[in-house]
């Protein structure tokens, strides 16, 4: 998942192992199925497209071959891998409730339950003015969220292994719920050639329900529905469209009601 506990911090250890931890994402697939998303919106055309919360640019990889495209994150050490990626890509050092850009996009993306991180319902509702105020009218906005209060399973043990036999990534999670917040901490232990590393992170996320989402939308003037058929069984994605009136000045927007 993507980023922000004490954003920067923790994913200065876990960087260089990130890619091999999620190495089961599917980043391709997912890119190519917000294209769709895309253009079922928007005109033809190469779109300005801007991804929060980008990590280490794995969407990124495949979204610039169909838009123009720039990175933002909190994470220092993991801008300096994607950048390493991907040195024809613009990327951004800042938090998703306050980045200031100066431009509008006609994509805006926050893929991989990076939402989570905002951890407070006003938090979220900050984010997403903050989007919106980086959105082209008509433009698109895509949020995979993190898991929903009702399906968040507390104090379970998660235990996972990633990479080649040669040089090998455990992890060990152990999730709580605190309030409206989930609160999972995680042990890492990387082996390989140079010898054997151990660390820990804790990654404190807020738990927001589908009324709190379309009110969040609604109130940064974005009309929004959800898909229930996201990138994992337990999330789905929201969809959302900025909206204008005749002057070109955003209106309030009632969210789009599930029949």
């Known amino acids: 998942m ?21 190495g ?22 190469r779109p300005t497209l801007l991804d929060v919360g980008c990590g280490t640019g794995g969407h990124l990889r495949h979204f610039r071959r169909w838009s123009r495209a720039t990175g933002l994150d909190a994470s220092g050490p993991m801008l300096a891998i994607a950048r390493r990626r991907l040195p024809d890509v613009t990327f951004v050092r800042g938090r998703m409730e306050s980045f200031r850009l100066g431009r509008r ?28 105020r980086h959105l082209a009218d008509g433009g698109v906005v895509v949020v995979e969220p993190w898991i ?13 292994t990633a ?27 990387a ?8 660390w820990s992170e804790v990654h404190d996320m807020g738990l927001f329900d589908r009324p709190t989402m379309r ?28 909206l204008a009136d005749a002057t070109g000045r955003r209106r309030p927007a009632a969210p789009i009601r599930r029949r």
């Open 148 to 160: 929903e209060p009702v399906r968040f399973r507390d104090r379970t043990v998660h235990v996972a």
């Open 105 to 132: 996009y006609d994509v805006i993306t926050c893929l991989f339950s990076a939402i989570g991180y905002v951890r407070t319902g006003a938090a979220l509702r900050r984010t997403l003015a903050t989007f919106a």
């Open 215 to 242: 009110s969040a939308f609604a109130a940064a003037g974005l009309r929004a529905r959800r898909i229930p058929s996201g990138f994992q069984s337990d999330r789905g994605l929201w969809v959302a469209v900025r």
């Open 24 to 45: 089961w994402k599917q980043y391709r697939r997912e890119s190519d199925r917000i294209r769709q998303i895309v253009r079922r919106t928007l005109p033809a055309g």
């Open 191 to 198: 082996a390989g050639p140079a010898g054997i590393r151990h």
């Open 2 to 22: 993507r980023r922000r506990t004490s954003a920067p911090d923790t994913y200065r250890r876990l960087a260089e192992e990130y890619d091999t931890v999620y």
């Open 163 to 189: 990479g080649p036999r040669t040089s090998r990534v455990v992890r060990v999670g152990h999730p709580v719920r605190r309030g409206g917040r989930s609160v999972l901490t995680m042990h890492y232990v």
